[in-house]
Structure formats: C-alpha cells, structure tokens
C-alpha cells in the first residue's frame, strides 16, 4: 500500500489504539473497535529490580481486568495475553447504549517473579459518532492471523487499507474482531506454523463493490459447496498479506434488514420480578434474640424426655411385686403343684442320668495278652453318654499285638493297647 494510501486511511479511521498509563482516561467511539494495549515495559517500573545491577529484567508479567466492583469484565470488551513475555491487549466494540456513562475498569499486573502486583484504572468513556451504524457492513475471515496479531496497529492499518482499495467507501472502520476460538474454532495442530484464525467485521457507507459481490455467484457458491476455492478477481490485493477465506464472509444490508419488534413476555408465576442490580446485605448486621429459639429446639424436648423417662423408671423400679409377695397373693394348692412337679422333674433328671444303657464299643474294657489285666475303658462309669454319640473317633493310638492264620483264609485278632501301656507289651 502507498503512502497516500496509508494518509487517507489514518484520517478516516477511528480505531482507537492507546497505550497503558495509570488512571488514564481514554474515549472511544460507539460501534468502532477498542483497542487498548497492556504493555509489560510500563509497568516493570513499579516492581523491584533485579537484585544484581546491569542484569536485563525479563520477568514474568500477567495481567488481570475487571470492571470495577466486579469480578469480570463487560459484555463488550474482551481480553487476551498469550505468554507472560507478551503484552497483553483490551479489545471490543462499545454499543450505543453506553455513551454517557464512564467505565472503570482494574488492571492490576502480577510479577510471576516477585509475585508483587500494580494495580491502575482505566476509565472508558464511550461517545458517539454520526452516522450509527454504518449501513453496510461485512465481515472477513482470515486464516493466517490469530487475533493479537490482527490487533497490531500495523497489521490491522494494512488490512484496512486494502479493504478501502477495493472497496472504495468515504467512511471505513473497524467495527469489531473475534478469535476463531470464540466462534466455535478448533485449537489449531502446532505444525507448519498454523494459526487460529480471526473475523474482522468493517463498516462503510457506500454499497458493497462488485468484487466482494463476486462470492455471491452461483459458480463461486458451488466451488464452496465443493470445498473449493472460489474465483475472486481482488484476492491478489490481499493474498501477499491476508489469505481470507472467501467462502465465509458475509456481507450484511442493514437498510434491507426488516427489524423485528418483539414484546416484552410478562413474567409468570415462580419468575423473580427485574429488581434492577443485586445490592448485598450491609456489613453491620442488627442483633437478634435466640432465647425463643433455644426454648423451642432444646429447652421443650428435654422437658418432654425427662417426664417420660420418670414414668418408665417409677413403672419398673417402684412398682415391682416381689417373690414374697407373689408367693403371698398365689393360693397353697397352687404352690403345692408347683412344687411337686419341680420334685417330680428333678427326680427324673437324676434318674436318667443313672439308667441302663449299652455302652458303645470304644467304652469297653480291653484285656492284656500277657498278664490278663483288664485295661479301664476310656470313659468312666459315671460318664454322662446320653448326649455323645455311639460311635467316636479314637483320641489315643493303638498298634497291633496277635495275628492268627488259618489254612482257609486269613483271620486276624487285632488287640489294640494304649500308648501308654506299649511298653509293657515290647
């Protein structure tokens, strides 16, 4: 682009591009692109510097905007950093509906190294401009700029200035830039050096040139719809710069566009009424009586357990009969049956403990081959067997002692000694 060009371009347009001061006032206009950079060599002079003299500070600097008595920014203004050794930049598109009323907005920047911070305010005081909106407006999508970069005033100078050679309007701005991130982008691979991608939207009061209505051809709209490249006779004029995807600009009328009133829906049952801003409650909170409270929650209910544990305790402890008293109120001829019939079931316990019964082998005596002496059994006569089994697994070891063979088959007599008694039997 020439210089005249660049003359023509600088007198027209009114982007706003200021650098970052304490409490600095700056004014831009409705419906024209903001841009405020955040510059990291300002603000190095509020924190320490390097501990030893002639070393270059190169700390690690991150920024942080809100609007003032709030945690975020506005609607309409944006904020983007890309490393901590990058400048950072505020950037959007004011509405008409803001000029009058000044915004304050808090920057306050960290020192990663120090991690000391600096705060300052900036104060945006939009105002308006003639001729709001400009009727016709068109956005561009370029694929090779992400969005701080189209910020650059240089860059973004040049992108104008082709717009207006092809364009040819009296009045050109910047209505406003979107990341691609922001529309729904994907986060590019970190190959071949890609980018982002960025949406540039300007305004100009003259109708749109036939170059830019060249898309709109129905061989250009099958190529897009083909995936294609379209046939656009001015994308040489940015191609050395700005490769813009043809396929995706938009061209918008506003005179052509029919507004659309829609009435205010009223609010139904279970809808807050629009109170206006939220105000929170004072600091100073007023005093308040919980005696009420502490008689209701633990005051009553202990009251009521109390009785009722009185009662429970007065039914069981102080109202009990006694044996003797029992014994007094129940008639002689009851207490004689009862007490026969413990006798008589007393009686038969110990009887049939005492009863006859044929004892299981493993309880028999054994005799010795030698001596003839009878080995006592395992258990004792008096051993209580109405509740053991028949049959019991042996506890002791036993080996054989006689064997005896017939000329027929062979018969054993296996006579099994206890342990104990082994020794007499070697």
């Given at each position: ?68 008595g709030y945690p975020d920014r506005p609607g309409w203004l944006r904020y983007i950093q890309r ?155 940015f191609r050395a710069q700005f490769h813009i995807d043809w396929c995706k600009i938009s061209l ?51 009251a009521v357990a109390l009785v009722l544990l009185l009662i429970l305790g007065y039914s069981m ?110």
């Amino acid at each position: 682009m020439d210089s005249v060009g660049v003359l023509v371009w600088l007198s027209i347009v009114v982007t706003i591009l200021s650098k970052s001061h304490a409490d600095r006032n700056v004014y831009p206009s409705a419906g024209v692109l903001f841009v405020h950079v955040l510059e990291r060599e300002y603000f190095k002079g509020e924190f320490p510097p390097y501990p030893k003299p002639g070393d270059a500070s190169n700390d690690p600097i991150t920024f942080n905007t809100n609007l003032m008595g709030y945690p975020d920014r506005p609607g309409w203004l944006r904020y983007i950093q890309r490393t901590p050794h990058s400048d950072g930049v505020l950037y959007g598109s004011p509405t008409s509906e803001l000029v009058g009323k000044p915004t304050v907005i808090e920057i306050t920047a960290y020192n990663r190294r120090t991690f000391e911070t600096a705060r300052h305010n900036l104060i945006i005081n939009i105002m308006s401009t003639e001729d709001f909106p400009l009727p016709y407006q068109a956005e561009f999508f370029i694929k090779n700029m992400n969005v701080e970069e189209m910020l650059a005033s240089e860059v973004l100078g040049d992108f104008l200035g082709a717009v207006k050679n092809v364009w040819q309007p009296e009045r050109l701005n910047a209505i406003n830039i979107t990341s691609a991130l922001d529309r729904g982008g994907r986060v590019p691979l970190p190959i071949n050096d890609l980018k982002e991608g960025v949406y540039v939207m300007v305004g100009a009061d003259v109708p749109f040139s036939s170059c830019l209505r060249e898309v709109e051809t129905p061989q250009n709209q099958l190529r897009c719809s083909q995936e294609m490249e379209p046939v656009i006779s001015c994308d040489k004029k940015f191609r050395a710069q700005f490769h813009i995807d043809w396929c995706k600009i938009s061209l918008v009328d506003i005179t052509k566009v029919v507004p659309v009133h829609r009435e205010k829906a009223e609010p139904g049952t279970g809808i807050l009424p629009d109170m206006g801003e939220y105000k929170p409650p004072s600091e100073t909170l007023e005093s308040r009586d919980y005696f009420a409270d502490f008689l209701i929650t633990l005051a009553v209910p202990s009251a009521v357990a109390l009785v009722l544990l009185l009662i429970l305790g007065y039914s069981m402890c102080c109202r009990r009969e006694g044996v003797e008293k029992r014994n007094m109120q129940t008639p002689d001829i009851q207490l004689v049956h009862h007490s026969s019939i413990q006798k008589s079931t007393k009686e038969l316990r110990s009887m049939s403990k005492n009863r006859e019964i044929s004892w299981p082998l493993s309880t028999l005596p054994v005799f010795h081959h030698v001596s003839g002496e009878v080995v006592p059994p395992i258990h004792r006569d008096n051993y209580e067997t109405t509740s053991m089994p028949l049959m019991q697994t042996q506890t002791v070891d036993f080996v054989p002692v006689a064997s005896q063979k017939t000329q027929s088959s062979w018969y054993s007599w296996d006579i099994y000694i206890p342990r104990s008694q082994r020794s007499e039997v070697k």
